[in-house]
């Protein structure tokens, strides 16, 4: 009887992915890595996010992006193609838990393969591996027609995917939070 019920929980752990097995040992770790990027951080109040955004706009750094509620960015890519990078952060308690980023090349169009939307997603992949060291996971569905790449830092996750034929998506979370809202609203 204990063969058999050992047996089983080897063969229930077996069957994690490598994705479950990354997200139960960075949250298991305890650490904390709040980091986003031009002195953003999770967990930031907004009061700070503004403060920080009008400082860096008086740098010349970021402007107003196309909508309402949107930030830009120019960062300077790996492959050295110019890109716009448009975020907002969302919040929780008046703290930033999810920072959701875009990306487009400038000049984008259909019919230019040097700047579609594999070669945006590698270079976002590049960009964030310069900013928060390798490590990126691809995952994706059994038929690969959706692809995510992932790497997490303790409670920091990272998703890098494609959003439509020109824009690649990024989100950074502060997973226990995020997951902790998902329960509230199920």
Known sequence: MKYTSVLAILVLFSCKTEYEKLEERELSSGKQVNE????????????????????????????NGPTELSVEYSPKMPSGNTAKMRFYPRFEQDKIYLMPIEFQYEGYAPW??????????????????EWYGPGFLEVSNEDKTKVVFVKMDGNRRIRIFKKTLAIVRVEISDLPVQKSLNQEES
Do not use: H, P, S
Not at 43 to 56: V, Y
Not at 112 to 129: H, K, Q, Y
């Open 112 to 129: 230019n393969e040097e700047l579609n939307v594999d070669n945006l997603r590698d270079d976002v992949i590049a960009l964030f591996e």
């Open 36 to 63: 986003l990027f031009l002195g953003l951080e999770l967990g930031m109040t907004r009061k700070d996010f503004f403060q920080t955004c009008w400082d860096l706009n008086k740098q010349g750094l970021l402007t």
